[in-house]
């Protein structure tokens, strides 16, 4: 069984950093696609980063130079690290993860950023 356990959530001051780790669990890390979603209060969920199998990396434009994703495959760990945190950033973080060779996707519970004064 596949599970996401996030963890590294919580408040931070405006132009703070965070980092936010995401534990694979049941599965090998390198057949996976992983990333990082968000939500915030009445809108929709979107994407922020996603790491593929080879390694390439894809930002959305509002976290580019800000946010860097991460992979440890010793540890079957993702990570985001987010630097100049805006109130804007302020969502729950999801991580996600997608079986490349089924083609299964696979959602964590979501740990909520607050960037607030």
């Known amino acids: 069984q596949v599970q996401l356990v996030e963890s590294g959530g919580g408040l931070v001051q405006p132009g703070g950093p965070l980092r936010l780790s995401c534990a694979l669990s049941?599965?090998?890390?390198?057949?996976?696609?992983m990333g990082w979603y968000r939500q915030a209060p009445g809108k929709q969920r979107e994407l922020v980063a996603t790491?593929?199998?080879?390694?390439?990396?894809n930002y959305a434009d509002s976290v580019k130079g800000r946010f860097t994703i991460s992979r440890d495959s010793a540890q079957n760990t993702v990570y985001l690290q987010m630097n100049s945190l805006k109130p804007e950033d302020t969502a729950v973080y999801y991580c996600y993860a997608r079986n490349t060779v089924f083609k299964v996707d696979y959602w964590g519970q979501g740990t909520q950023v607050t960037v607030s004064s």
């Open positions: 790491i593929t199998t080879p390694g390439s990396t």
């Open positions: 049941g599965g090998i890390l390198r057949l996976y696609t």
